[in-house]
C-alpha cells in the first residue's frame, strides 16, 4: 500500500502516456481507412474527369482516345493504388501517412494536370492539406509541402501551361503557390499541436481519474473486509458469552440439586436434635446449614452476573414510596448490625416516590447496607437518601475498616474483597458489591466510594427517579399483571 | 391428614423433603419418574402434589400436562419445583398446568405456606367419585 503511493506520480505520468499513444494511434488508423477510401474515390474521379473533359484526339480520320484519360487511369492508379493498399494493411505506421501524404499531393498535381491548370483544381491542394490534419501530426504536412512546392517548380519551368493553364506563366508563380501552401500549414500546425496537447491533458485527466477510482475501489474492499472480520469477532464474542452463560446456568442448577439435600437434611437434623433434646450437636448442624446457604447465595450472585453479561436481566419498573423502601430495609437489617455492638441512624425526610425496578433497588441497599453492618464493630452505619433534580441519591455510610485506594479501585469487581484475610474474617461472596454496580448501571444509576483504611467507607448510589423514561425499552419488563 | 405425593429422581431430596413433610403431619407418598407419579396420582389420589422438573424418562413438564389432563386427577394441585432458576422455567412450569411453581434448594418455611393455601383454596374442589 505505501509502496504504491510512493510511485502514485510516476505510475500515473506512465498510464497517461499509454493512454495518449492508444488515443493517438486509433486516429492515425482511423484516418488511414479514411485516406484509403479517398484514394480510390480520387482515381475513379480522375478518370471520369478525364473522360469528360478531354476531347477525343483526331489523326486525319481516326479519332483515339485522349493521352490525358491514359494518364488518369495508370499514372492515377499508380498514384493512388499503392498508399490505399497500405493503408488497410499497415494502417497507424508512421509510413504508411507520410506515404499517404505524397500520394495525396501528387494526386492533386494529376488533377490539376488533368484540367490543364484550372486555378479552381489547385483548392485541391488545400483540401488535402486539411484533411492531413486529421492526422493531428505536423509531420505529416512536411512533406506534403515540400512534394507540391516541388511539383510547381519544375513544371513551372519545364510545362508551365500543365500548372498554371494557359494564362500568362511567370517564373516566379510557383513561389506565390508554394508561399499559400504553407500560409495554410501554418494553421493546421498550430492544429495539431493544439489538438495533441488536448489529447495529453485529457489521457492525464483519465489516468489521475482511474488511479482515484482505483484507490477508492481498494479502500472499499479494505474496509468491507474489516467491517466482515469486525463481524465475525463480535459474532465469537457473542457466542462465548451466550456458550459462558449456558455453562453458568447448568452449573447452577447441577449445584443447587445436592444443596438442596443439603440444607434440607441439616434443617431436618437440627428439629431432630431438639426433639430428642441432643442440644449439643445443634451448632454443628446450624453450621452445615449456614454453610448451603452461603454456598446457595453464592451460586445465586453468579446467576445473577452471568444473566447481566449475557444480556438477560430485565428490568421490572414500578411506582414506590422510597421511605417505606429504605425502613423496610433498615428493619430486616438491623439485627445483623446490632449484633456487632453497632447502631444504625436513617436520615430521609420528604424523598417522595421514585420509579424503578423495586427488587432490584431493594437489593442495593441491602447489599451496601450488609457490608458495612458487616465490616464495622461497635461504630454507627448512617443510611441518607436525598431527592434532587433528576435523580434518588442513597448513601449508607460506617464507621468501619475502610479501605486504602487500591483496594477502592477493584471493589466494584467480582470476588474482589479488599483482601484475602478480609474476607477469612468478615465473610461474604466477594459479589455483593459487583452486583450492585451492575445494577445501578441497569438502571441507568451508578455507585461510587470514598473510603479511608481505619476511619470508614461511605457507599453512594445515584439512581434515576423514573428509571422507565431513561433506560433502553428493550430491557424493561411487559407491566406485571396483578396476582390473582 | 392430608397426603401429599412428592415426585423427585434424587433419592436424597426425595427423602429429606418426605421426612420433614411426615413431622409436619402429613401422609406422603414418594414416585421416582413421570411414569411413576402418573401411576402413583391415578392410584392414590394424593391432595396435592410436589413435582420436580428434570427427571429421566417422563420429565415433570410431561408428567405434570398428564396429571392436568386426566380427569381422575386434573383436579390435584400441582406445586412445581425446580432447580432451574430462570425466569423462563417458571413460565413453562406454571404454562404445562403446575398451580404454583418454587425453586430449589427449597426454603422449607416458604414452601409449607404454598402447599397451605392450595389445600385451602381445593378443600372446596370435591374429586370426582371413583
Given at each position: 500500500?505505501?509502496?504504491?503511493?510512493?510511485?502514485?506520480?510516476?505510475?500515473?505520468?506512465?498510464?497517461?502516456?499509454?493512454?495518449?499513444?492508444?488515443?493517438?494511434?486509433?486516429?492515425?488508423?482511423?484516418?488511414?481507412?479514411?485516406?484509403?477510401?479517398?484514394?480510390?474515390?480520387?482515381?475513379?474521379?480522375?478518370?471520369?474527369?478525364?473522360?469528360?473533359?478531354?476531347?477525343?484526339?483526331?489523326?486525319?480520320?481516326?479519332?483515339?482516345?485522349?493521352?490525358?484519360?491514359?494518364?488518369?487511369?495508370?499514372?492515377?492508379?499508380?498514384?493512388?493504388?499503392?498508399?490505399?493498399?497500405?493503408?488497410?494493411?499497415?494502417?497507424?505506421?508512421?509510413?504508411?501517412?507520410?506515404?499517404?501524404?505524397?500520394?495525396?499531393?501528387?494526386?492533386?498535381?494529376?488533377?490539376?494536370?488533368?484540367?490543364?491548370?484550372?486555378?479552381?483544381?489547385?483548392?485541391?491542394?488545400?483540401?488535402?492539406?486539411?484533411?492531413?490534419?486529421?492526422?493531428?501530426?505536423?509531420?505529416?504536412?512536411?512533406?506534403?509541402?515540400?512534394?507540391?512546392?516541388?511539383?510547381?517548380?519544375?513544371?513551372?519551368?519545364?510545362?508551365?501551361?500543365?500548372?498554371?493553364?494557359?494564362?500568362?506563366?511567370?517564373?516566379?508563380?510557383?513561389?506565390?503557390?508554394?508561399?499559400?501552401?504553407?500560409?495554410?500549414?501554418?494553421?493546421?500546425?498550430?492544429?495539431?499541436?493544439?489538438?495533441?496537447?488536448?489529447?495529453?491533458?485529457?489521457?492525464?485527466?483519465?489516468?489521475?481519474?482511474?488511479?482515484?477510482?482505483?484507490?477508492?475501489?481498494?479502500?472499499?474492499?479494505?474496509?468491507?473486509?474489516?467491517?466482515?472480520?469486525?463481524?465475525?469477532?463480535?459474532?465469537?464474542?457473542?457466542?462465548?458469552?451466550?456458550?459462558?452463560?449456558?455453562?453458568?446456568?447448568?452449573?447452577?442448577?447441577?449445584?443447587?440439586?445436592?444443596?438442596?439435600?443439603?440444607?434440607?437434611?441439616?434443617?431436618?437434623?437440627?428439629?431432630?436434635?431438639?426433639?430428642?433434646?441432643?442440644?449439643?450437636?445443634?451448632?454443628?448442624?446450624?453450621?452445615?446449614?449456614?454453610?448451603?446457604?452461603?454456598?446457595?447465595?453464592?451460586?445465586?450472585?453468579?446467576?445473577?452476573?452471568?444473566?447481566?453479561?449475557?444480556?438477560?436481566?430485565?428490568?421490572?419498573v414500578e411506582e414506590f414510596p422510597v421511605a417505606t423502601l429504605v425502613h423496610q430495609v433498615v428493619?430486616?437489617?438491623?439485627?445483623?448490625?446490632?449484633?456487632?455492638?453497632?447502631?444504625?441512624?436513617v436520615h430521609c425526610d420528604e424523598v417522595g416516590m421514585m420509579r424503578a425496578d423495586l427488587?432490584k433497588t431493594r437489593?442495593i441497599l441491602?447489599?451496601?447496607?450488609?457490608?458495612?453492618?458487616?465490616?464495622?464493630?461497635?461504630?454507627?452505619?448512617?443510611v441518607g437518601v436525598r431527592r434532587m433534580s433528576e435523580a434518588i441519591a442513597f448513601t449508607?455510610?460506617?464507621?468501619?475498616?475502610?479501605?486504602?485506594?487500591?483496594?477502592?479501585?477493584?471493589?466494584?469487581?467480582?470476588?474482589?474483597?479488599?483482601?484475602?484475610?478480609?474476607?477469612?474474617?468478615?465473610?461474604?461472596?466477594?459479589?455483593?458489591?459487583?452486583?450492585?454496580?451492575?445494577?445501578?448501571?441497569?438502571m441507568a444509576g451508578?455507585?461510587?466510594?470514598?473510603?479511608?483504611?481505619?476511619?470508614?467507607?461511605?457507599?453512594t448510589v445515584r439512581l434515576p427517579i423514573d428509571v422507565a423514561a431513561i433506560?433502553?425499552?428493550?430491557?424493561?419488563?411487559?407491566?406485571?399483571?396483578?396476582?390473582? | 391428614?392430608?397426603?401429599?405425593?412428592?415426585?423427585?429422581?434424587?433419592?436424597?431430596?426425595?427423602?429429606?423433603?418426605?421426612?420433614?413433610?411426615?413431622?409436619?403431619?402429613?401422609?406422603?407418598?414418594?414416585?421416582?419418574?413421570?411414569?411413576?407419579?402418573?401411576?402413583?396420582?391415578?392410584?392414590?389420589?394424593?391432595?396435592?402434589?410436589?413435582?420436580?422438573?428434570?427427571?429421566?424418562?417422563?420429565?415433570?413438564?410431561?408428567?405434570?400436562?398428564?396429571?392436568?389432563?386426566?380427569?381422575?386427577?386434573?383436579?390435584?394441585?400441582?406445586?412445581?419445583?425446580?432447580?432451574?432458576?430462570?425466569?423462563?422455567?417458571?413460565?413453562?412450569?406454571?404454562?404445562?398446568?403446575?398451580?404454583?411453581?418454587?425453586?430449589?434448594?427449597?426454603?422449607?418455611?416458604?414452601?409449607?405456606?404454598?402447599?397451605?393455601?392450595?389445600?385451602?383454596?381445593?378443600?372446596?374442589?370435591?374429586?370426582?367419585?371413583?
Amino acid at each position: 500500500m505505501s509502496a504504491l503511493h510512493l510511485s502514485e506520480p510516476a505510475s500515473i505520468a506512465a498510464r497517461a502516456d499509454q493512454l495518449f499513444a492508444e488515443h493517438q494511434r486509433d486516429i492515425h488508423t482511423r484516418t488511414d481507412r479514411l485516406f484509403a477510401s479517398l484514394m480510390v474515390l480520387q482515381w475513379v474521379a480522375g478518370i471520369v474527369f478525364a473522360v469528360w473533359v478531354s476531347p477525343l484526339a483526331w489523326f486525319g480520320t481516326v479519332s483515339r482516345v485522349h493521352a490525358h484519360v491514359w494518364a488518369a487511369i495508370f499514372l492515377g492508379g499508380a498514384i493512388c493504388l499503392f498508399p490505399a493498399l497500405l493503408a488497410i494493411l499497415r494502417a497507424g505506421d508512421a509510413s504508411t501517412r507520410y506515404t499517404i501524404a505524397v500520394a495525396q499531393m501528387l494526386m492533386g498535381a494529376l488533377l490539376i494536370h488533368l484540367t490543364g491548370g484550372r486555378i479552381e483544381t489547385h483548392f485541391h491542394v488545400f483540401g488535402s492539406l486539411a484533411f492531413l490534419a486529421f492526422y493531428r501530426d505536423w509531420r505529416v504536412l512536411v512533406p506534403a509541402t515540400v512534394v507540391v512546392a516541388l511539383d510547381h517548380l519544375l513544371r513551372g519551368m519545364l510545362w508551365p501551361q500543365s500548372v498554371y493553364g494557359v494564362l500568362v506563366a511567370s517564373q516566379w508563380r510557383w513561389l506565390e503557390h508554394a508561399a499559400w501552401v504553407v500560409f495554410e500549414d501554418v494553421f493546421l500546425f498550430v492544429s495539431c499541436l493544439r489538438s495533441v496537447e488536448e489529447m495529453k491533458e485529457t489521457a492525464i485527466r483519465t489516468a489521475a481519474l482511474e488511479h482515484e477510482v482505483r484507490t477508492r475501489q481498494q479502500a472499499e474492499q479494505e474496509a468491507s473486509m474489516t467491517a466482515a472480520a469486525l463481524r465475525i469477532t463480535q459474532q465469537q464474542a457473542e457466542e462465548a458469552t451466550q456458550a459462558k452463560s449456558e455453562f453458568l446456568a447448568s452449573m447452577s442448577h447441577e449445584l443447587r440439586t445436592p444443596l438442596n439435600a443439603i440444607i434440607l437434611y441439616s434443617e431436618l437434623l437440627q428439629e431432630e436434635a431438639v426433639d430428642a433434646k441432643r442440644l449439643d450437636t445443634l451448632p454443628d448442624l446450624k453450621r452445615i446449614n449456614s454453610a448451603g446457604n452461603h454456598l446457595l447465595e453464592l451460586i445465586n450472585g453468579i446467576l445473577d452476573l452471568s444473566k447481566i453479561e449475557a444480556g438477560k436481566m430485565t428490568l421490572s419498573v414500578e411506582e414506590f414510596p422510597v421511605a417505606t423502601l429504605v425502613h423496610q430495609v433498615v428493619d430486616t437489617v438491623r439485627p445483623l448490625v446490632e449484633q456487632h455492638g453497632n447502631r444504625v441512624v436513617v436520615h430521609c425526610d420528604e424523598v417522595g416516590m421514585m420509579r424503578a425496578d423495586l427488587m432490584k433497588t431493594r437489593q442495593i441497599l441491602l447489599n451496601l447496607l450488609g457490608n458495612a453492618a458487616k465490616f464495622t464493630r461497635a461504630g454507627t452505619i448512617t443510611v441518607g437518601v436525598r431527592r434532587m433534580s433528576e435523580a434518588i441519591a442513597f448513601t449508607v455510610a460506617d464507621t468501619g475498616i475502610g479501605m486504602t485506594a487500591e483496594q477502592t479501585a477493584t471493589i466494584f469487581d467480582p470476588f474482589t474483597q479488599a483482601d484475602v484475610a478480609t474476607s477469612r474474617r468478615y465473610g461474604g461472596t466477594g459479589l455483593g458489591l459487583a452486583i450492585v454496580s451492575r445494577f445501578c448501571v441497569l438502571m441507568a444509576g451508578a455507585v461510587s466510594v470514598q473510603s479511608e483504611r481505619g476511619v470508614g467507607s461511605c457507599f453512594t448510589v445515584r439512581l434515576p427517579i423514573d428509571v422507565a423514561a431513561i433506560v433502553d425499552a428493550a430491557i424493561l419488563e411487559p407491566a406485571a399483571v396483578p396476582a390473582a | 391428614m392430608p397426603t401429599i405425593l412428592i415426585v423427585e429422581d434424587n433419592e436424597a431430596s426425595r427423602d429429606a423433603l418426605a421426612r420433614r413433610l411426615q413431622r409436619r403431619d402429613f401422609s406422603v407418598l414418594t414416585a421416582v419418574d413421570g411414569h411413576d407419579a402418573v401411576a402413583r396420582a391415578r392410584e392414590a389420589r394424593p391432595d396435592l402434589i410436589l413435582m420436580d422438573l428434570g427427571m429421566p424418562g417422563m420429565d415433570g413438564w410431561d408428567a405434570t400436562a398428564h396429571l392436568k389432563a386426566d380427569p381422575l386427577t386434573g383436579h390435584i394441585p400441582i406445586i412445581v419445583l425446580s432447580a432451574h432458576a430462570m425466569p423462563n422455567h417458571r413460565h413453562q412450569a406454571l404454562a404445562a398446568g403446575g398451580d404454583d411453581f418454587d425453586s430449589k434448594p427449597v426454603q422449607f418455611e416458604r414452601l409449607l405456606e404454598k402447599i397451605e393455601r392450595l389445600l385451602l383454596a381445593a378443600s372446596g374442589v370435591r374429586p370426582p367419585a371413583a
